[in-house]
């Protein structure tokens, strides 16, 4: 059989999270569009085969979080003459010490680096003349509902406590730190922020560690107002049910939640670490936040996966790639 040209390189759900929402989008889209390409879902994949598969394929693109495996798929990529396709999924400068340099030195050798903002699209341009920027959201071809338990408890907490009030959204993939200690999501001082405003809260916790770090911080009266969504679900069903999404991020490459907001036409909130989406409020402190603004209607979704589409014609078009 032959083997198609593109190989994706990621993780696909589950568990949810931003980075495997996209590739498993990317991944239905391709096929949509009638792409043909194969997959590796590095979690599930001996790392022989994945080296033996990066050097069997023309363009690679690779969705990795850790700057080793960043810098030796590149490498192992560039020997074998296979067009690399590198996406930070976040900020360029995110790491710090030898794990930065690893980063750096994986956009300056990779064919084509895709940065996600603006600040990192400036940075890597100067390591990499192909460097792109574009967005991560990929539009989902439908929504899946909340699983019956989830959705009967979001109902119960919003009846309870909505009483013509908005509604706060926010998420998190799993509790993190960044390398300066801060708590990555701004999860807590967004469960006091909202609590000192008496607003109902939601919080999808898919790992169920903030919950469990919660119910250690707080006593059950200063939470009762919070509602923590946990185990695999669909946040795009939770934000068609709420008012606002906030994200409270201390870094940040493209949240893939700030688009599927804007695309339900909800407010959305967040913190200007990075450049956002047009129509998104930015913010420094929460306390600059007005949760009765109303929604911004002017979004529309980018051309992600066209732009990624060239990409990989001008790889397959391109002297560099292997000619088996």
Avoid at 230 to 245: E, M, N, R, W
Avoid at 314 to 324: I, L, Y
Wanted: positive net charge.
């Amino acid at each position: 059989m032959k083997i198609p040209a593109l190989l994706l390189v990621g993780s696909w759900p589950p568990p949810l999270g931003g980075v495997t929402i996209h590739v498993s989008r990317l991944d239905c889209s391709l096929k949509a569009a009638g792409i043909p390409h194969d997959c590796i879902d590095i979690r599930r994949t001996r790392f022989v085969s994945l080296l033996y598969a990066v050097a069997r394929h023309e363009v690679c693109h690779l969705h990795l979080s850790s700057p080793r495996a960043q810098l030796l798929l590149v490498l192992w990529a560039a020997c074998w003459r296979t067009w690399s396709v590198l996406t930070l999924h976040s900020d360029l400068n995110r790491h710090r010490g030898i794990r930065r340099q690893m980063v750096r030195l994986a956009v300056a050798i990779c064919d084509v680096p895709v940065l996600l903002n603006q600040g990192s699209f400036d940075k890597a341009s100067r390591l990499n003349r192909r460097a792109v920027q574009i967005s991560a959201f990929i539009p989902p071809a439908d929504i899946d509902p909340l699983p019956a338990w989830l959705q009967a408890t979001l109902t119960e907490h919003m009846a309870r406590y909505r009483c013509g009030q908005p509604v706060i959204a926010t998420n998190a993939f799993d509790l993190a730190y960044n390398a300066d200690g801060r708590e990555v999501y701004g999860i807590f001082d967004l469960i006091d922020w909202s609590a000192g405003r008496s607003l109902a809260l939601v919080i999808s916790d898919p790992s169920a560690r903030y919950e469990a770090e919660a119910r250690r911080r707080y006593a059950a009266d200063e939470i009762e107002r919070v509602l923590f969504l946990t185990g695999p679900h669909s946040f795009v069903a939770v934000l068609a049910q709420v008012d606002v999404f906030i994200r409270n991020t201390v870094t940040d490459g493209d949240s893939l939640s700030i688009h599927e907001a804007l695309a339900q036409c909800k407010a959305v909130w967040a913190t200007d670490v990075v450049a956002r989406p047009r129509g998104t409020y930015l913010f420094r402190r929460l306390d600059e936040i007005d949760p009765y603004r109303p929604a911004w209607t002017g979004w529309a979704p980018p051309p992600t996966v066209e732009q990624l589409i060239n990409i990989y014609h001008a790889g397959r078009n391109s002297e560099r790639h292997r000619v088996s």
